[in-house]
């Protein structure tokens, strides 16, 4: 059988698509953007039929009518990080939580430790061979499409067919469905001028000829915007956004100078424009691959002079990073970040950076505090970080001494706080 003919054998309404769905099954969903509306629509809509069914995503991006505290016990969402969609469930208890490093996230499936009875995901259309592109989220989709008992797409002409290890065969896939709206578009968040100071600090502490992986939020991007007029970086990282197509219609990002990969852009997910996903279809300068590639500290330090820029919500004295929750509630998640921190600590000439505001709350709560608030959650712990950045200087961590650490820290801090800082650690025996 061709394999039009099977694509038209697959080929089917929604309803079909959802009658893959078994009581008690797993469903596994790419990251951001990869998600499939049609048939995240329509499972929330039936889903009253279900009963046990979870959805598993690292970051929903739409709030689902299935994402629901009434409905839990029919469908129920499985968090592997918090974003806007799925916060409140998470912090209310009714959506659940499977901490991980994001690299760690395909073995956990292929040694079960993660169910995937179910892939649901967005697909570009196929090529005349028979194969679809998971561009905009191969991360842990691709492991899960391989022990899976049906793969469910959504094919669709905006989603890119990009190159790498992200590609789905026909025979692989169980049903599909078509659509044709638009792919969502995430603009690049607000950047003022403390993310614009944070930034400048950091940017100055890239060379020429760097590799960068670039975290999600306003301060790495803040970082982007003055790298533009840099010479011959690279691009390693997780997500491709709209502030790295800046850096390479800018001309600062070649990649000839990657000891890893050279020549090529890799990243394992998509969130930006349409200008970005366009940029993306058949592009030989840019691979997708799975997160375990990616994220895999080992071989992202192949890369001489990464350098990881990166966001947290509170540091200690020690320089423990509580970048993922609030005291006890959960707000994101680890994702990556600790993966490329180990990642430049391991690269010839790596840096890894910490960023964060000095203050919040209009500069009444220092993020620079002496011990992390009870029950946060350590995302960067106090033995793998390097250099720490706020809109007051940089603190360079790794290799010193406690007493050292508070000093360097409290310079950094917000200067209303520097005194009650010293005498906090102080009162510690740090100081």
């Given at each position: 059988?061709?394999v039009?003919?099977?694509?038209?054998?697959?080929?089917?309404?929604?309803?079909?698509?959802?009658?893959?769905?078994?009581?008690?099954?797993?469903?596994?969903?790419?990251?951001?953007v990869?998600?499939?509306?049609?048939?995240?629509?329509?499972?929330?809509?039936?889903?009253?039929?279900?009963?046990?069914?979870?959805?598993?995503?690292?970051?929903?991006?739409?709030?689902?009518?299935?994402?629901?505290?009434?409905t839990?016990?029919?469908?129920?969402h499985?968090?592997f990080?918090f974003?806007?969609?799925?916060?409140?469930?998470?912090?209310?208890?009714?959506?659940?939580?499977?901490?991980?490093y994001?690299?760690?996230?395909?073995?956990?499936?292929?040694?079960n430790?993660?169910?995937?009875?179910?892939?649901?995901?967005?697909?570009?259309?196929?090529?005349?061979?028979?194969?679809?592109?998971?561009?905009?989220?191969?991360?842990?989709?691709?492991?899960?499409?391989?022990?899976?008992?049906a793969?469910?797409?959504?094919?669709?002409?905006?989603?890119?067919?990009?190159?790498?290890?992200?590609?789905?065969?026909?025979?692989?896939?169980?049903?599909l469905?078509?659509?044709?709206?638009?792919?969502?578009?995430?603009?690049?968040?607000?950047?003022?001028p403390?993310?614009?100071?944070?930034?400048?600090?950091?940017?100055?502490?890239?060379?020429?000829?760097?590799?960068?992986?670039?975290?999600?939020?306003?301060?790495?991007?803040?970082?982007?915007m003055?790298?533009?007029?840099?010479?011959d970086?690279?691009?390693?990282?997780?997500?491709?956004g709209?502030?790295?197509?800046?850096?390479?219609?800018?001309?600062?990002?070649?990649n000839?100078?990657?000891?890893?990969?050279?020549?090529?852009?890799?990243?394992?997910?998509?969130?930006?424009?349409?200008?970005?996903?366009?940029?993306?279809?058949?592009?030989?300068?840019?691979e997708?691959?799975?997160?375990?590639?990616?994220?895999d500290?080992?071989?992202?330090?192949?890369?001489?002079?990464?350098?990881?820029?990166?966001?947290?919500?509170?540091?200690?004295?020690?320089?423990?990073?509580?970048?993922?929750?609030?005291?006890?509630?959960?707000?994101?998640?680890?994702?990556?970040?600790?993966?490329?921190?180990?990642?430049?600590?391991?690269?010839?000439?790596?840096?890894?950076?910490?960023?964060?505001?000095?203050?919040?709350?209009?500069?009444?709560?220092?993020?620079?505090?002496?011990?992390?608030?009870?029950?946060?959650?350590?995302?960067?712990?106090?033995?793998?970080?390097?250099y720490?950045?706020?809109?007051?200087?940089?603190?360079?961590?790794?290799?010193?001494?406690?007493?050292?650490?508070?000093?360097?820290?409290?310079?950094?801090?917000h200067?209303?706080?520097?005194?009650?800082?010293?005498?906090?650690?102080?009162?510690?025996?740090?100081?």
């Open positions: 059988m061709s039009q003919d099977q694509y038209q054998k697959k080929r089917g309404t929604v309803e079909d698509a959802i009658d893959q769905v078994k009581n008690g099954d797993f469903i596994i969903v790419p990251t951001g990869g998600e499939p509306p049609t048939l995240l629509t329509a499972l929330s809509e039936q889903r009253r039929r279900f009963h046990g069914v979870k959805v598993g995503q690292i970051l929903a991006v739409r709030k689902y009518g299935y994402i629901d505290p009434e839990v016990d029919h469908v129920r499985v968090a990080f974003g806007g969609a799925s916060r409140a469930g998470g912090q209310q208890g009714w959506i659940d939580f499977i901490p991980s994001f690299s760690e996230m395909p073995s956990l499936i292929e040694r430790q993660i169910p995937a009875d179910v892939v649901f995901s967005m697909a570009s259309p196929m090529d005349s061979h028979g194969y679809f592109s998971l561009s905009l989220g191969a991360d842990y989709t691709m492991a899960a499409v391989a022990k899976a008992r793969v469910v797409l959504e094919v669709n002409p905006n989603v890119p067919f990009a190159n790498g290890n992200c590609h789905v065969h026909i025979s692989q896939v169980t049903a469905i078509e659509s044709s709206e638009p792919v969502l578009e995430v603009g690049l968040p607000k950047i003022g403390v993310q614009v100071a944070i930034g400048k600090y950091v940017a100055d502490m890239i060379d020429d000829g760097s590799t960068l992986q670039i975290g999600y939020g306003g301060i790495p991007d803040a970082v982007v003055q790298l533009t007029s840099k010479h970086l690279g691009i390693h990282t997780e997500m491709i709209d502030g790295i197509l800046t850096l390479v219609e800018s001309g600062a990002v070649t000839r100078k990657k000891t890893y990969l050279p020549g090529k852009m890799v990243a394992t997910f998509a969130l930006g424009s349409k200008k970005l996903y366009q940029f993306m279809e058949r592009n030989p300068a840019l997708i691959h799975p997160v375990d590639f990616t994220n500290p080992y071989l992202a330090a192949k890369n001489d002079k990464l350098m990881a820029i990166n966001a947290t919500l509170q540091i200690d004295l020690l320089g423990q990073c509580g970048s993922e929750s609030l005291g006890h509630l959960p707000y994101s998640g680890t994702g990556g970040q600790t993966d490329f921190v180990r990642a430049a600590n391991r690269s010839r000439g790596g840096k890894a950076f910490i960023v964060l505001p000095a203050t919040a709350k209009d500069d009444t709560i220092t993020r620079i505090v002496p011990t992390l608030t009870p029950g946060t959650h350590v995302s960067t712990s106090k033995n793998d970080i390097n720490v950045v706020t809109e007051f200087g940089v603190a360079q961590l790794r290799g010193k001494t406690a007493k050292q650490r508070a000093q360097e820290l409290i310079s950094i801090a200067p209303d706080f520097r005194a009650e800082l010293t005498a906090a650690a102080k009162l510690m025996h740090i100081l």
